[in-house]
């Protein structure tokens, strides 16, 4: 299983960006995939999660209302669309994917496999 995560950047406070992560590798159909972040001398933090199969979404409390993920089947590809970004934001961003995960899975451990990461800068 490849993934490989995209679209992170500088943006203002108050914008949007949405970051991309492409799998490969594998029938993504029954895999639950999770996007974690992580801000410099932290632990990652959950953000959250979508079931490949049914699009079952989950999301970290302090993140609902702002952020979206989302999945495009015949992309392969599981989108994070983020608005109304804070400084807190700051952080590398990373997806997971675990075959046959649940929804309510926010510990980093119980993904068996991660991407490479994608900057996220938010900041005037």
């Known amino acids: 299983v490849q993934l490989q995560a995209s679209g992170g950047g500088l943006v203002q406070p108050g914008g949007s960006l949405r970051l991309s992560c492409a799998a490969s590798?594998?029938?993504?159909?029954?895999?639950?995939m999770g996007w974690f972040r992580q801000a410099p001398g932290k632990e990652r933090e959950f953000v959250a999660t979508?079931?490949?199969?049914?699009?079952?979404?989950y999301y970290a409390d302090s993140l609902k209302g702002r952020f979206t993920i989302s999945r495009d089947n015949a992309k392969n590809t599981v989108y994070l669309q983020m608005s109304s970004l804070k400084p807190e934001d700051t952080a590398v961003y990373y997806c997971a994917a675990d075959p046959f995960g649940n929804t309510w899975y926010t510990s980093p451990g119980e993904y068996d496999y991660w991407g490479q990461g994608t900057l996220v800068t938010v900041s005037s």
């Open positions: 979508i079931k490949w199969s049914g699009g079952s979404t």
């Open positions: 590798g594998r029938t993504f159909s029954s895999y639950l």
